[in-house]
């Protein structure tokens, strides 16, 4: 009788320590599963933070450059006006022949205009 319970024991001890064997590999197991998904994550993450960086950084110098267009037409049209205006005071000196005084205002309109 003791020594099939003897017997009886020692199966029981060892489907045990089959049995702990088991949960402890399965354990393992899902420790690195779940470790590699967070690398993974990490990685992906990077990756992400990196396309939309780009994508800002891009979209800034395209901003930059709308702005310097805009400057630049700007300054275009404003030359445009000034070339307008000396063109018409030239106009105006050959009609009446003396300039004198039509530049005078001309110089004193342009000088109020700055001060606005």
Do not use: C, P
């Not at 009886?8 to 402890?24: A, P």
């Not at 994508?55 to 709308?66: D, G, I, L, N």
Request: proline share 0%.
């Amino acid at each position: 009788m003791f020594k099939e319970w003897l017997k009886v024991s020692l199966i029981k001890q060892r489907e045990e320590l089959i049995h702990k064997k088991i949960e402890l590999h399965q354990k393992q197991e899902k420790d690195q599963d779940q470790k590699k998904a967070k690398e993974n994550m990490k990685v992906m993450a990077k990756i992400a933070y990196k396309e939309w960086k780009q994508r800002k950084s891009e979209e800034y110098r395209h901003m930059k450059k709308v702005e310097r267009m805009e400057k630049r037409r700007q300054l275009m049209e404003e030359h445009e006006i000034k070339m307008q205006r000396r063109q018409m005071v030239k106009e105006m000196q050959k009609r009446k022949g003396t300039g004198g005084q039509i530049l005078l205002a001309y110089g004193l309109n342009k000088n109020l205009k700055q001060l606005d």
